[in-house]
């Protein structure tokens, strides 16, 4: 519709989510259309299938949307073409809200009902449509939902009905009228918390999320009635109760838990110290008598095996019931959060099933999603989590703060773009979704243990299994063990499953996850321009795990290698075994010293042979054995070692001069690219003179030709186009109710009138009938009292015969 389109183009839209209580109806609508061949009448069967109902939500406007799509009959040519889909109706559920309030919508979750998060999380039905909505204000608001028929059994018909017409022209002509099928409930949206700044320490609220509740404990009955906040920072506050109408829940748990109240009543009523217990439970007893036992509520739906009562919360006939009250701030989880690593969203954890350790125990875990990091944390709820209201004595508030305030605890964390210098990137993320959440975390439909955290740099994959070592280890301490029966060792590993290029035209635009049994498990992410891109994720968690197992196996085989190389390496001992030449020449020169200085002078020049004896020339010929061992074979070692290395140093001096060589002309090179990179820069300094000019001038053109506008003028026009394409929408229905009108008076004067309603308008029509008849009930009796007054005033004034009867006075025009 354009009323949509024009929303869409004043604020992007931020999610789409569904929000039925059940799977689509398998009622389906079938039509016939006639198609002429040659004179030949073909009748083909057109069936029609709704979708589940949808939700699409901007900043500033909420649409419900209830679609069918085509199915091709077997007889049908087409059946190769796409299926078209009809949006059948539209409703904005909190425009009143939105409209009176200045607020903004920053997220909006569907109420927790039994199928999500694989139908082993939340143990309620509520009414189809039902959905709580988070405004920039802090604001909790709660719509609750669209009448729908059950049967015996306790199930909801979800919109199933039959259409006798003749053609899909007629069908598609009829639903694309606007005719709202979806029928709320009156006086459906409430607003049970407006939290304050101060309460949550000066930081804006950023996500909330419901707490899983069970069957078999009755710590479900209070995660039931529970939603759990984020603040900017990290920290987390409880919201109890918020209970939507018509929600039904086990007979039995709401007796445990009014039973779990009573003694606590009886326990401290008199206990000075524990009086705020007292107080805040009988607080609570109040709610559970207005909510499952006033008036129009506490009908049993009877099933084979249980029974269950269903809520009232705006159905009163007094105002100041317990289910009007304003809901209290609960502080659990104090953090303390860098400014540049801010909370984004949170997404609650799916327990290993519905009746697990975690949940029995009164705990439950979440996924909270920073700029850069990603947080596991372990919150308890159960019965520590009842409710209260702001109406609460500071005392009191203060003492029961104390109770459940800092006991979450986190448990992982994965941190996400930081520099090898420790730097944090989250300034990436910063221009990301536009009106919306910078960072979304979007669990995995088929890996329980798997969350997908998608940002405008990609999306990343994050397995864990907290929850399940968490689980072991509660079976152990429940089975008396010291250590669980399950996984002991946190393991998590993360990888890039879609990376987006900084700076590159195509940007992400949102992803989508299947587990269906047809298409596999995929995740299929939609880019700016429109293309969209497959993977298959049990493929890429195989093949990240095979990456992990190759690595860890490749890092093992090096550092074996590494020990290998320094054992047998015989290059690198050859290497170390040759000595420096000073070492090699040292014995040497020590021989020589020692033999030199162990000769003495045995004869001069003047010795003649004749006077040679034998001592003397045994003298002599051992002084020249010691001379030729000790000196000069020494000298002649030393000169082959000094020939060998100067040999090698000759080698080693041409080497480097061949290496000073290409150094020089390296240098040359170098100089030569200097000498022009100058040349450059003189033009390109230039060049930057006359473009820092040109561009100077623009700016002052641009500032002087384009107005500026400050944040709130902006806001200010966005309002006004806003409330353009609503008074557009409402000039469209005054439009069909002016020519409907004109058509009935146009009847009326001709004496015939022809009016043609389908079973909601005649519905209607007697409604409004009942209505004007309770109405009339009341103004005959206001007409008794007045006639009673009157005729006592007349009979003290003495007027009897004077006065006629009201019945008598028929025209006032002709009364004289």
């Given at each position: 519709?354009?009323?949509?389109?024009?929303?869409?183009?004043?604020?992007?839209?931020?999610?789409?989510?569904?929000?039925?209580?059940?799977?689509?109806?398998?009622?389906?609508?079938?039509?016939?259309?006639?198609?002429?061949?040659?004179?030949?009448?073909e009748?083909?069967?057109v069936?029609?299938?709704?979708?589940?109902?949808?939700?699409?939500?901007?900043?500033?406007?909420?649409?419900?949307?209830?679609?069918?799509?085509?199915?091709?009959?077997?007889?049908?040519?087409?059946?190769d073409?796409?299926?078209?889909?009809?949006i059948?109706?539209?409703?904005?559920?909190?425009?009143?809200?939105?409209?009176?309030?200045?607020?903004?919508?920053?997220?909006?979750?569907?109420?927790?009902?039994?199928?999500?998060?694989?139908?082993?999380?939340?143990?309620?039905?509520?009414?189809?449509?039902?959905?709580?909505?988070?405004?920039?204000?802090?604001?909790?608001?709660?719509?609750?939902?669209?009448?729908?028929?059950?049967?015996g059994?306790?199930?909801?018909?979800?919109?199933?009905?039959?259409?006798?017409?003749?053609?899909?022209?007629?069908?598609?002509?009829?639903?694309?009228?606007?005719?709202?099928?979806?029928?709320?409930?009156?006086?459906?949206?409430?607003?049970?918390?407006?939290?304050?700044?101060?309460?949550?320490?000066?930081?804006?609220?950023?996500?909330?999320?419901?707490?899983?509740?069970?069957?078999?404990?009755?710590?479900?009955?209070?995660?039931?009635?529970?939603?759990?906040?984020?603040?900017?920072?990290?920290?987390?506050y409880?919201?109890?109760?918020?209970?939507?109408?018509?929600t039904?829940?086990?007979?039995?748990?709401?007796?445990?838990?009014r039973?779990?109240?009573?003694?606590?009543?009886?326990?401290?009523?008199?206990?000075?110290?524990?009086?705020?217990?007292?107080?805040?439970?009988?607080?609570a007893?109040?709610?559970?008598?207005?909510?499952?036992?006033?008036?129009?509520?506490?009908?049993?739906?009877?099933?084979?095996?249980?029974?269950?009562?269903?809520?009232?919360?705006?159905?009163?006939?007094?105002?100041?019931?317990?289910?009007m009250?304003?809901?209290?701030?609960?502080?659990?989880?104090?953090?303390?959060?860098?400014?540049?690593?801010?909370?984004?969203?949170?997404?609650?954890?799916?327990?290993?099933?519905?009746?697990?350790?975690?949940?029995?125990?009164?705990?439950?875990?979440?996924?909270?999603?920073?700029?850069?990091?990603?947080?596991?944390?372990?919150i308890?709820?159960?019965?520590?989590?009842?409710p209260?209201?702001?109406?609460?004595?500071?005392?009191?508030?203060?003492?029961?703060?104390?109770?459940?305030?800092?006991?979450?605890?986190?448990?992982?964390?994965?941190?996400?773009?930081?520099?090898?210098?420790?730097?944090?990137?989250?300034?990436?993320?910063?221009?990301?979704?536009?009106?919306?959440?910078?960072?979304?975390?979007?669990?995995?439909?088929?890996?329980k243990?798997?969350?997908?955290?998608?940002?405008?740099?990609?999306?990343?994959?994050?397995?864990?299994?907290?929850?399940?070592?968490?689980?072991?280890?509660?079976?152990?301490?429940?089975?008396?063990?010291?250590?669980?029966?399950?996984?002991?060792?946190?393991?998590?590993?993360?990888?890039?499953?879609?990376?987006?290029?900084?700076?590159?035209?195509?940007?992400?635009?949102?992803?989508v996850?299947?587990?269906?049994?047809?298409?596999?498990?995929?995740?299929?992410?939609?880019?700016?321009?429109?293309?969209?891109?497959?993977?298959?994720v049990?493929?890429?968690?195989?093949?990240?795990?095979?990456?992990?197992?190759?690595?860890?196996?490749?890092?093992?085989?090096?550092?074996?290698?590494?020990?290998?190389?320094?054992?047998?390496?015989?290059?690198?001992?050859?290497?170390l075994?040759?000595?420096?030449?000073?070492?090699?020449?040292k014995?040497?020169?020590?021989?020589?010293?020692?033999?030199?200085?162990?000769?003495?002078?045995?004869?001069?020049?003047?010795?003649?042979?004749?006077?040679?004896?034998?001592g003397?020339?045994?003298?002599?010929?051992?002084?020249?054995?010691?001379?030729?061992?000790?000196?000069?074979?020494?000298?002649?070692?030393?000169?082959?070692l000094?020939?060998?290395?100067?040999?090698?140093?000759?080698?080693?001096?041409?080497?480097?001069?061949?290496?000073?060589?290409?150094?020089?002309?390296?240098?040359?090179?170098?100089?030569?690219?200097?000498?022009?990179?100058?040349?450059?820069k003189?033009?390109?300094?230039?060049?930057?003179?006359?473009?820092?000019?040109?561009?100077?001038?623009?700016?002052?053109?641009?500032?002087?030709?384009?107005?500026?506008?400050?944040?709130?003028?902006?806001?200010?026009?966005?309002?006004?186009?806003?409330?353009?394409?609503?008074?557009?929408?409402?000039?469209?229905?005054?439009?069909?109710?002016?020519?409907?009108?004109?058509?009935?008076?146009?009847?009326?004067?001709?004496?015939?009138?022809?009016?043609?309603?389908?079973?909601?308008?005649?519905?209607l029509?007697?409604?409004?009938l009942?209505?004007?008849?309770?109405?009339?009930?009341?103004?005959?009796?206001?007409?008794?009292?007045?006639?009673?007054?009157?005729?006592?005033?007349?009979?003290?004034?003495?007027?009897?015969?004077e006065r006629?009867?009201?019945?008598?006075?028929?025209?006032?025009?002709?009364?004289?």
């Amino acid at each position: 519709p354009g009323h949509i389109l024009q929303s869409f183009n004043i604020d992007p839209p931020l999610e789409i989510i569904c929000i039925d209580n059940d799977t689509p109806s398998k009622i389906t609508t079938r039509t016939h259309d006639n198609v002429n061949d040659n004179d030949n009448s073909e009748t083909h069967e057109v069936v029609f299938k709704p979708l589940p109902l949808l939700c699409v939500y901007t900043q500033s406007s909420a649409f419900v949307l209830q679609i069918q799509y085509e199915i091709h009959g077997h007889n049908s040519n087409n059946s190769d073409e796409p299926p078209k889909g009809i949006i059948q109706n539209v409703h904005e559920p909190f425009e009143a809200h939105l409209t009176t309030t200045t607020s903004q919508i920053r997220r909006i979750r569907p109420a927790p009902h039994s199928y999500l998060y694989n139908g082993n999380t939340f143990q309620t039905m509520c009414n189809r449509g039902a959905m709580v909505m988070l405004t920039y204000d802090a604001d909790v608001v709660l719509f609750h939902g669209y009448k729908s028929d059950r049967d015996g059994h306790g199930h909801q018909e979800l919109g199933a009905r039959n259409i006798n017409i003749n053609s899909k022209s007629q069908f598609m002509q009829e639903q694309g009228e606007g005719q709202m099928q979806l029928e709320p409930c009156s006086d459906n949206v409430t607003v049970p918390a407006r939290v304050h700044s101060e309460q949550t320490d000066m930081t804006p609220l950023v996500d909330f999320c419901f707490l899983p509740s069970s069957p078999s404990t009755q710590h479900s009955i209070w995660n039931a009635m529970t939603i759990l906040l984020s603040s900017q920072n990290g920290s987390l506050y409880a919201l109890s109760p918020i209970v939507f109408h018509g929600t039904i829940f086990p007979s039995k748990q709401i007796e445990e838990g009014r039973e779990f109240l009573e003694e606590i009543v009886q326990k401290y009523e008199y206990s000075p110290s524990r009086g705020p217990e007292c107080r805040r439970a009988k607080a609570a007893m109040q709610f559970f008598k207005d909510a499952f036992t006033g008036s129009g509520s506490g009908s049993r739906i009877i099933g084979n095996k249980s029974a269950y009562v269903k809520a009232n919360i705006i159905r009163h006939a007094r105002n100041t019931s317990a289910t009007m009250w304003p809901v209290g701030v609960q502080p659990i989880y104090t953090a303390q959060g860098e400014d540049y690593n801010s909370v984004e969203c949170m997404e609650l954890l799916s327990p290993p099933s519905a009746s697990s350790s975690i949940v029995n125990s009164g705990m439950c875990a979440l996924a909270l999603a920073r700029s850069s990091s990603l947080e596991y944390i372990l919150i308890p709820s159960g019965e520590n989590i009842i409710p209260r209201y702001t109406f609460e004595p500071g005392e009191d508030a203060e003492y029961l703060d104390g109770l459940v305030g800092d006991s979450a605890m986190v448990v992982e964390e994965v941190v996400f773009g930081q520099d090898e210098d420790g730097v944090d990137r989250a300034s990436i993320v910063a221009n990301s979704f536009d009106g919306g959440r910078r960072v979304v975390l979007i669990q995995d439909p088929v890996d329980k243990t798997m969350m997908h955290r998608v940002s405008n740099e990609g999306v990343v994959s994050v397995t864990t299994n907290v929850v399940y070592v968490l689980e072991g280890r509660l079976n152990g301490i429940m089975s008396g063990k010291s250590q669980g029966q399950g996984q002991d060792t946190i393991k998590t590993n993360a990888w890039s499953s879609i990376s987006i290029v900084k700076g590159s035209e195509q940007q992400l635009n949102g992803i989508v996850v299947s587990g269906d049994v047809q298409f596999g498990h995929v995740l299929v992410a939609a880019l700016t321009d429109g293309t969209t891109e497959a993977m298959n994720v049990t493929a890429a968690l195989y093949l990240n795990e095979a990456a992990t197992q190759l690595e860890m196996e490749k890092n093992e085989t090096l550092m074996a290698a590494s020990d290998r190389v320094k054992e047998s390496d015989d290059a690198l001992k050859a290497m170390l075994s040759i000595p420096p030449l000073h070492e090699q020449i040292k014995p040497q020169f020590e021989k020589i010293s020692a033999g030199l200085s162990s000769m003495s002078k045995i004869v001069g020049g003047s010795t003649t042979p004749r006077e040679i004896t034998p001592g003397t020339l045994a003298t002599f010929l051992s002084t020249k054995q010691s001379s030729e061992q000790n000196i000069i074979l020494p000298l002649k070692e030393l000169n082959s070692l000094v020939k060998a290395r100067q040999k090698y140093l000759h080698s080693m001096r041409d080497h480097q001069i061949e290496q000073i060589q290409q150094v020089k002309e390296m240098v040359k090179t170098l100089k030569d690219r200097m000498t022009a990179t100058v040349e450059k820069k003189a033009i390109l300094e230039s060049n930057t003179k006359l473009l820092s000019e040109r561009s100077a001038a623009v700016l002052s053109t641009a500032r002087v030709l384009a107005p500026s506008i400050t944040a709130a003028e902006h806001q200010y026009f966005k309002d006004i186009k806003r409330y353009e394409a609503n008074c557009d929408k409402y000039e469209t229905n005054v439009e069909v109710m002016r020519s409907e009108c004109n058509n009935l008076r146009e009847g009326s004067r001709l004496g015939v009138v022809d009016i043609r309603l389908n079973g909601d308008q005649v519905k209607l029509c007697h409604n409004l009938l009942d209505g004007q008849k309770e109405l009339l009930q009341h103004v005959k009796s206001d007409v008794q009292v007045m006639e009673q007054k009157a005729q006592t005033l007349v009979v003290a004034c003495g007027l009897e015969d004077e006065r006629k009867p009201l019945i008598a006075i028929k025209d006032c025009n002709n009364c004289n």
